[in-house]
């Protein structure tokens, strides 16, 4: 019987992580490779978390469940000036000013001339004025990631948006997310209004979406 590779890199610990990591790496590789040559559009969705893709859209994470398997920390896996279109959604926020900018940077690299850039943030400003008004916010629906939340005193509204226990590294709000996309070079950078095709129905309301092309 032939095993799966994750049960034979189950039976190599303690190198089952990397040696798993490696092989689905190399796959993913020759996927990219084999669509790149069927010559279509490729649009992207990165930071996708465990989510297949849909229609035109390949997700990439680093999981089993998306269409690409990569740790975006290396980049992303396209050559130059092969994609039509990057989504992320709820993503940048997991990522300092710095990993920001070069992420920007390597998004402007892989789309062609043209190529739309969308994104999703949660809105920071909403917390922060909570906090400056001393107005309450329903924890059911604002603070849906419960060990993030401390609850001792009107801080901790900040505290959630701006750390989320370790999971968040940045805050956005309309004008600063305009101003970094523009900052690394993408035209026309925008707001844009909830799409229904690629964004999240149960995160609008906490939600800035934007638009930009290279």
């Known amino acids: 019987m032939v095993m799966s590779i994750k049960k034979v890199a189950r039976?190599?610990?303690?190198?089952?992580?990397?040696?798993?990591?490696?092989?689905?790496?190399?796959?993913?590789?020759?996927?990219?490779?084999?669509?790149?040559?069927?010559?279509?559009?490729?649009?992207?969705?990165v930071g996708a978390g465990t989510k297949r893709g849909q229609g035109k859209w390949l997700t990439i994470d680093m999981n089993d469940i998306c269409d690409i398997y990569w740790d975006l920390r290396k980049g992303i896996p396209f050559p130059n000036e092969s994609l039509k279109k990057i989504y992320s959604s709820h993503f940048f926020e997991h990522l300092s000013f710095g990993e920001i900018q070069r992420f920007l940077d390597e998004c402007k690299r892989v789309l062609v001339p043209g190529g739309q850039f969308l994104i999703c943030v949660p809105n920071a400003r909403i917390y922060l004025q909570a906090y400056v008004n001393g107005s309450a916010l329903d924890a059911k629906k604002y603070f849906i990631y419960p060990p993030a939340y401390n609850h001792t005193t009107r801080i901790d509204l900040?505290?959630?948006?701006?750390?989320?226990?370790?999971?968040?590294?940045?805050?956005?709000?309309?004008?600063?997310?305009?101003?970094?996309?523009?900052?690394?070079?993408?035209?026309?950078?925008?707001?844009?209004?909830?799409?229904?095709?690629?964004?999240?129905?149960?995160?609008?309301?906490?939600?800035?979406?934007?638009?930009?092309?290279?």
């Open 158 to 214: 900040v505290n959630y948006i701006a750390y989320m226990d370790g999971e968040h590294k940045y805050m956005f709000d309309e004008e600063n997310l305009l101003f970094i996309l523009g900052s690394r070079g993408f035209r026309n950078s925008r707001l844009r209004q909830f799409d229904p095709t690629v964004d999240l129905q149960w995160r609008d309301y906490e939600s800035i979406y934007a638009e930009a092309e290279k």
């Open 11 to 45: 039976r190599m610990v303690p190198f089952a992580a990397p040696i798993y990591w490696l092989v689905k790496q190399r796959l993913s590789k020759r996927d990219i490779r084999r669509r790149l040559k069927q010559g279509t559009d490729i649009w992207i969705e």
